[in-house]
Every structure is written in structure tokens, then in C-alpha cells.
């Protein structure tokens, strides 16, 4: 941690890998383990973009329908990258404005709300490149019987932000945590977007409240719940104006 300056959570993976060698291949149940801490990585709050953001990351890859799909299927669906790059053509159901989520983390399955923007999206990258074979929505350039890479879809959405003028490291997760940001702020539950993200646990789901400006200007303090709301002082000005005389009586 001091020498390399590595994550907590590098600390925890290593850790569990020394216990794992020492206790379950080589049979030595070594009591020096339990004195090494489990760490806990710091809680950070998940990087969400703006509307405005959003519509120049997506303007920068209008030209390049396939990236455009890659990026609006993130942030309209808010897929994990694995899960979108997982997608086969069959898996948009169009008829039912679902898309099939197969073995998503945990390896489950879940239907995701497809968007009629997105729809359209993906219809016109299909009629324009229709990838060779068939195989995975998002193939490879050079290797299309196989799916895009995480790695290259990295690249992909770190490309794009810089060209969009985007200060913040953003990420195909960003795009994701941005989708279930902005469910919040419209109004869906937390019920609904643990349901739609996937999530085990609801506490998952609600640390997107913690980033949610407008839910929380929405929270009112216990402060002014005590007393009345402040009465607003106005200064009146008191102008004197001199009677106009009646207009003189004719005979």
C-alpha cells in the first residue's frame, strides 16, 4: 500500500490469495492470516453526466453508427458493459419493447426497457453495417465471430467524452450509473430501477439518491418543519401626490 501505492480492494485481492495457497492448496491453516485486516475500499459517489453532456458525447459519434448503438444501448438500457457486448440480435425483442439480458452478474437473466430511440438507433446500424454473420450485435472489426472486447469499448467512450469536451474521466459504467441517476430524478422507484439495473440489493440501488440533485432539493429539513416559514420583509415607498382640481362648473 505505502511501496506501490495499490487500492484497498488490490490489498483484499491479495490477501485472499496468499489464505487461499497457504490454508486450501497447501493445507496449512496459518493463524498469521486472521491478524491481516479485511479492508474496506472507500464509498465514492458514481460519476453522472447531464443531459447536456450526454447529447454532446452522443453528437460526437453520430457519423459511426456503431458507436452511437454501442453508447445509447449503455445509457438507454443502463447495461454493464459485459452485458451489452453479450447481446446477440436476437435478444431485441422489438414486438415487445424488451431486450433479453442473458447471464448478467450472478449469472441472471433479466428483460431490460427498450427505449423507441434506441430502437430506432439499432435499426438504422443494422440496415447500414449488419455485421458479418450475425453472431453478437457489437463484433469485432477484424475478428466479427467474436464479440467487442471490454477493452475497445473502453477506448470507445473515453475517445468520445474527450472529443465532447468532457473534463471527467467517463467510463462505459458512467453512462450507466447517468440511466439510473436520471430514472431517480423523473420519478420511478427505487424498486423499479433495482429491478431494471438488476441489483441484488436494494442498499446498491439506493446510493444513486446521494447524487440525485433534484431528489435531494426535494428533502425538506426537520429545521423548517419546527417553525413557520421567514416572512420576507418588503420596503413600500409612500409617494405624495398632489389632488388634481375638479374641472370648473359651467353655467
Known amino acids: 500500500m505505502q511501496d506501490r501505492h495499490a487500492s484497498w480492494s488490490?490489498?483484499?485481492?491479495?490477501?485472499?490469495?496468499?489464505?487461499?495457497?497457504?490454508?486450501?492448496?497447501?493445507?496449512?491453516?496459518?493463524?498469521?492470516?486472521?491478524?491481516?485486516?479485511?479492508?474496506?475500499?472507500?464509498?465514492?459517489?458514481?460519476?453522472?453526466?447531464?443531459?447536456?453532456?450526454?447529447?454532446?458525447?452522443?453528437?460526437?459519434?453520430?457519423?459511426?453508427?456503431?458507436?452511437?448503438?454501442?453508447?445509447?444501448?449503455?445509457?438507454?438500457?443502463?447495461?454493464?458493459?459485459?452485458?451489452?457486448?453479450?447481446?446477440?440480435?436476437?435478444d431485441i425483442d422489438a414486438r415487445?419493447?424488451?431486450?433479453?439480458?442473458?447471464a448478467g452478474k450472478g449469472n441472471k437473466d433479466r428483460m431490460v426497457k427498450l427505449s423507441?430511440?434506441?430502437?430506432?438507433?439499432?435499426?438504422?446500424y443494422w440496415r447500414r453495417c449488419r455485421p458479418p454473420g450475425g453472431g453478437w450485435l457489437f463484433p469485432q472489426d477484424r475478428k466479427p465471430e467474436r464479440a467487442m472486447d471490454?477493452?475497445?469499448?473502453?477506448?470507445?467512450?473515453a475517445r468520445a467524452a474527450r472529443r465532447a469536451g468532457i473534463a471527467r474521466r467517463v467510463s462505459p459504467h458512467t453512462l450507466r450509473h447517468s440511466y439510473a441517476t436520471h430514472l431517480l430524478e423523473a420519478g420511478t422507484d427505487l424498486r423499479s430501477i433495482q429491478v431494471l439495473l438488476g441489483h441484488?440489493?436494494?442498499?446498491?440501488?439506493?446510493?444513486y439518491t446521494h447524487v440525485s440533485d433534484r431528489h435531494l432539493r426535494s428533502v425538506v429539513s426537520?429545521?423548517?418543519?419546527?417553525?413557520?416559514?421567514?416572512?420576507?420583509?418588503?420596503?413600500?415607498?409612500?409617494t405624495t401626490t398632489t389632488p388634481t382640481p375638479p374641472p370648473p362648473q359651467t353655467p
Open 200 to 207: 441484488a440489493n436494494l442498499k446498491t440501488t439506493a446510493r
Open 116 to 124: 423507441p430511440q434506441l430502437l430506432a438507433v439499432l435499426r438504422d
Open 150 to 157: 471490454c477493452g475497445t469499448a473502453e477506448r470507445i467512450v
Open 96 to 102: 415487445r419493447m424488451f431486450i433479453h439480458v442473458h
Open 10 to 90: 488490490r490489498y483484499n485481492q491479495a490477501r485472499c490469495a496468499l489464505q487461499f495457497l497457504y490454508r486450501f492448496t497447501l493445507g496449512q491453516d496459518n493463524e498469521r492470516f486472521e491478524r491481516l485486516p479485511c479492508a474496506r475500499a472507500p464509498k465514492r459517489l458514481p460519476t453522472v453526466l447531464s443531459a447536456d453532456e450526454l447529447r454532446r458525447l452522443f453528437d460526437v459519434v453520430a457519423h459511426h453508427p456503431k458507436h452511437k448503438a454501442l453508447l445509447l444501448t449503455l445509457y438507454g438500457a443502463g447495461m454493464r458493459i459485459s452485458e451489452a457486448l453479450n447481446l446477440r440480435p436476437s
Open 222 to 238: 426537520p429545521l423548517d418543519r419546527l417553525y413557520p416559514a421567514p416572512v420576507t420583509q418588503t420596503t413600500t415607498t409612500t
